[in-house]
T-cell receptor
Framework: DAGVTQSPTHLIKTRGQQVTLRCSPK?????VSWYQQALGQGPQFIFQ???????QRGNFPDRFSGHQFPNYSSELNVNALLLGDSALYLC????????????FGPGTRLTVT | AQKITQTQPGMFVQEKEAVTLDCTYD???????LFWYKQPSSGEMIFLIY??????QNATEGRYSLNFQKARKSANLVISASQLGDSAMYFC?????????????FGKGNQVVVIP
């Protein structure tokens, strides 16, 4: 049973560019959440997708957008990259309406130069 | 306002000894959940233990136990019989509201280094 997978593993972009990160949830999970983890900090909630819609959003600008596909996989898009967007981006999947823990993927390390 | 507070500096622990990691939280909700995750240098967040706000018993998962003191709003993690593989960052997190809300708020983490 594959866990949460994310691609790519590492990414280097230039300021002002756009980036797309991808996530496949754990089998049987229908909810995908995205978190940003800056160096030396805990993860910060970006947004959550359920039934192909954004269900919740954290305190992140509109430059951060996402999508969920019918197979529950998800994308995180960041436009007009800033140096401060450099971070580890974690995807987590869970089953909506249960107390089950969120399972996290290995993350995508984004470096903006 | 910070919802999860983890203030301990990095810790060195002797192998086979127990270690306690402190976590305090702030919420006005009656229904919430508390989690501990381990993050090794590889970056992946690994779930360790969960405590629901209505759970009367402290949660235990193998060598991990959660010392839940609701009135003090603390949820300390105890790792017994530390192993070298326990060296990692440890994050306390909280889910506010009922199960339908899976949004987590994380603390800044505790660094643990286990020495032989």
């Amino acid at each position: 049973d594959a866990g949460v997978t994310q691609s790519p593993t590492h990414l280097i972009k230039t300021r002002g560019q756009q980036v797309t990160l991808r996530c496949s949830p754990k089998s049987g999970h229908d909810t995908v959440s995205w978190y940003q983890q800056a160096l030396g900090q805990g993860p910060q909630f970006i947004f959550q997708y359920y039934e192909e819609e954004e269900r919740q959003r954290g305190n992140f600008p509109d430059r951060f957008s996402g999508h969920q596909f019918p197979n529950y996989s998800s994308e995180l898009n960041v436009n007009a990259l800033l140096l401060g967007d450099s971070a580890l981006y974690l995807c987590a999947s869970s089953v909506s309406g249960t107390k089950y823990e969120q399972y996290f993927g290995p993350g995508t390390r984004l470096t903006v130069t | 306002a910070q919802k999860i507070t983890q203030t301990q500096p990095g810790m060195f622990v002797q192998e086979k000894e127990a270690v306690t990691l402190d976590c305090t939280y702030d919420t006005s909700d009656q229904s919430y959940g508390l989690f501990w995750y381990k993050q090794p240098s590889s970056g992946e967040m690994i779930f360790l233990i969960y405590q629901g706000s209505y759970d009367e018993q402290n949660a235990t998962e193998g060598r991990y136990s959660l010392n839940f003191q609701k009135a003090r709003k603390s949820a300390n993690l105890v790792i017994s019989a530390s192993q070298l593989g326990d060296s990692a960052m440890y994050f306390c997190a909280m889910r506010e509201g009922p199960y339908g809300n899976n949004r987590l708020a994380f603390g800044k983490g505790n660094q643990v280094v286990v020495i032989p």
